[in-house]
């Protein structure tokens, strides 16, 4: 039998009120692959992102992470709800990194990794500190772990974060526009990152509006349009011969001048 996906959405919707902000949304991600969320402002990428957490709480639909049901699961006919307590332990399997990067501002960068993981997942301290040691000297942190997170570039800010997310081991990674607070400069840095993450096998969910960091950093791409994903596939098929008019439209409007090019990808 195959492995299962490390993470898959099926069937997830959530209403506010009139408004279906999600709608029968299916998607699976593989280990070590990177599919980037794209679609119009409103249509419900980050709703869908909540979702996927159980931050907040789909009215339809089933996660999975590794196999492993998250929030609820069918049971023959039925379907069996995970308390708040189940669901708030199985949370650290997905890492996320928010667009502000929510570092605590009153942690140095050597704290905001450690905490988490003494916290939630009641590592001990010397396990915790080798591991948050490990990880900055791994994303060039090291020289900063002194720091409060004011005194840190964006940049720095942005691999606080995501090391703060990764030395919780999760299985999944989940990215809410993670270039959109950083200087064009620094957007590279972070794509040469992700990529390195996925070559050592994580799965990475990344909402973007950014259509050229999309298409330079994913495996797959998935159109999301009034709440539903109404195209995906490899990037370069998107990019190349998108069928959905909507996604032409948008593909026309935000590549702007410089012309979306999949062939620049390595
Ligand atoms: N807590 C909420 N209460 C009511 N409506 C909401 C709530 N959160 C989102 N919505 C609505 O759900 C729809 C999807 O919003 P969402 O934030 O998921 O879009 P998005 O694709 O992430 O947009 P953007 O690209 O601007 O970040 C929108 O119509 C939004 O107004
Ligand atoms: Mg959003």
């Not at 703060?164 to 607070?181: C, K, N, Q, W």
């Amino acid at each position: 039998m195959n492995n299962p996906p490390a993470l898959r959405v099926t069937a997830i919707s959530k209403r506010f009120r009139q408004v279906s902000a999600v709608n029968q949304v299916y998607l699976d991600i593989a280990p070590g692959e990177i599919v980037a969320l794209i679609g119009p402002s409103g249509c419900g990428k980050s709703t869908l992102l909540r979702c996927v957490t159980w931050l907040e709480t789909p009215d339809e639909g089933f996660i999975e992470i590794n196999g492993a049901p998250f929030g609820r699961q069918r049971e023959g006919e039925m379907i069996r709800h995970q308390s708040r307590r189940q669901i708030d332990a199985l949370r650290p399997r997905l890492g996320m990194v928010f667009q502000q990067f929510n570092l605590w501002p009153h942690l140095t960068v050597r704290e905001n990794i450690i905490t988490p993981q003494r916290v939630v997942l009641g590592r001990g301290g010397e396990q915790a500190r080798a591991r948050a040691e490990q990880q900055m000297a791994q994303f060039a942190l090291s020289p900063v772990a002194d720091r409060y997170p004011w005194q840190l570039s964006g940049g720095q800010k942005q691999r606080v974060a995501i090391a703060r997310a990764l030395v919780m081991d999760p299985a999944v990674m989940l990215f809410d526009e993670p270039t959109s607070a950083l200087d064009p400069e620094l957007v590279g840095e972070v794509q040469t990152l992700l990529r390195s993450l996925a070559q050592g096998g994580m799965a990475m969910l990344i909402v973007t509006h950014d259509i050229h960091f999309a298409v330079n950093v994913s495996t797959r791409l998935a159109f999301m349009c009034e709440g539903g994903i109404v195209e995906e596939g490899p990037v370069s098929q998107l990019v190349a011969s998108p069928r959905d008019p909507r996604l032409r439209q948008f593909l026309a409007l935000t590549s702007g001048s410089g012309r979306v090019n999949p062939s620049t990808q390595e």
